[in-house]
């Protein structure tokens, strides 16, 4: 018996430290979508120098005028680690502002298009 009793301490400690973990990366979350909010960097995203992906995921001819659903251009925005679209990261920054809702109690909204741009910053 005393075996399964360690065995569900070690698993309850374990249980404390990812929850302080995921309350550190909240914290984090907060901070920075107070720089995002404040310096309207969706507005900032939304005129970065944008590109279509060619069939073969490489980056095609760059934009005239950047173009929303088309990724930014990363030959152009070098510091970018992904290729990804200024909507795409507008995604991201819901979903990292439902997360630290959630965290605190508040009602979140589905996050649809959550799993796909999980998915894309894996990808890289």
């Known amino acids: 018996m005393a075996n399964q009793q360690d065995q569900a301490v070690s698993t309850y400690n374990a249980y404390f430290t990812a929850i302080q973990q995921v309350t550190a990366l909240v914290g984090a979350l ?23 992906l060619n ?15 088309n990724v930014i251009d990363t030959r152009i925005v070098s510091a970018l680690h ?3 679209s200024s ?13 630290s809702a959630l965290w605190k109690g508040q009602v979140v909204s589905q ?6 741009v999980v998915a894309k910053t894996k990808e890289q």
């Open 82 to 84: 992904i290729a990804i």
């Open 87 to 99: 909507y795409d990261l507008g995604v991201m920054v819901n979903l990292a502002q439902a997360l």
């Open 55 to 69: 069939a073969d995921g490489s980056l095609g001819v760059a934009d005239a005028a950047p173009v929303s659903g």
């Open 111 to 116: 996050q649809q298009y959550a799993p796909h």
């Open 30 to 52: 907060d901070e920075l979508d107070n720089s995002y909010t404040q310096l309207d960097m969706g507005t900032t995203a939304a005129a970065l120098p944008t590109c279509p």
